[in-house]
DNA sequence: TAGCGTCGGTCTCGAAAAGAGACCACCCTG
DNA sequence: CAGGGTGGTCTCTTTTCGAGACCGACGCTA
């Protein structure tokens, strides 16, 4: 159990990785993106142990990533993603963007696009005041308001 | 063996997560983007068993991520982001985000700020053609060179 | 030179998680 | 009633993980 405890950290990476950091919670996740809802069709896609797939989903349910639900037709269960789910989108292309950029010798294997557009979806890291566009030299970690409480919460607990 | 096996199918998705897809291995990136360097500062930074630490640094050594090397001054071994590793700067900030939305009820436990500017780092989505923001319901997937190239091989194979 | 602390790193062992595959109840269809 | 598909469970084996002792090399200092 201690980490698990990690979530408890006043850090905004370290908690959502409890939930998505393992071997299969996110190409689960890119499933669902790509349009699969099915327990079988998640199975056999990833040729995840069933076992493991129950439980990735019930995490994943339980965190409200997913939501479990009948079909409207009502002859099987279903997984959609939530609003929540949805807002993962661009971790899953910001993984894209590495990948083809470092693991795919022969160019992406697959593009992207935008709907009725010849571009492709790309994932950019800007300032949201000035827009310049940032990597990891411009940027500076400051205290925010979600640590302050975290400090004051020990400080009593 | 089954599992590493998912790194040979034609997906940018999957290929990435099978060296990133684990517990320890994008927290010991997101220290390693926050400037630590040594064996022990990871270790103790994050409570994760040397062991393994152990294994995941020599495996982020193989595939380029991290290079291990004597510091200048000879006295110690450090671990340092490749260009390589520091190319995977917006998955974490894509995943910082979404904490911030989703897992931070008390506001943002760290601002990453843009050096010498009020704005915060964003990772946003948008076409590199028509440069419009988008989500995952604006994006469609279509085969490209990696993919023909996978099936060629796998004819010829 | 003996003692001590720190460094990255290894080893062992018990606990937890993952993998495989059989099995289940349910429903529908022929 | 048989057969196939559904989501889901159970059992058993293998793999991975976690905790912590242990190691040699190095630097310092008494």
Not at 62 to 81: C, P, T
Not at 116 to 133: P, S, Y
């Amino acid at each position: 159990m201690r980490y698990e405890q990690l979530a408890d950290l006043p850090c905004s990476i370290t908690r959502p990785l409890v939930v998505l950091g393992d071997r299969w919670t996110l190409l689960i996740l890119k499933e669902a993106f790509a349009g699969v809802r099915r327990f079988n069709a998640f199975q056999s896609n990833l040729g995840i142990p069933r076992s493991r797939l129950q439980d990735r989903l019930a995490r994943l349910v339980d965190h409200e990533i997913l939501v479990r639900q009948q079909a409207v037709d009502g002859d099987h269960v279903e997984y959609r993603l939530s609003r929540k789910g949805h807002d993962l989108y661009p971790i899953l292309l910001a993984i894209k963007d590495w990948g083809d950029a470092h693991m795919a010798p022969d160019g992406p294997p697959v593009h992207y696009r935008h709907r009725d557009c010849a571009g492709e979806a790309r994932v950019t890291l800007a300032c949201d005041c000035c827009g310049e566009r940032m990597t990891a030299h411009d940027v500076v970690p400051e205290a925010g308001p979600g640590l302050l409480a975290h400090v004051d919460a020990g400080a009593r607990g």
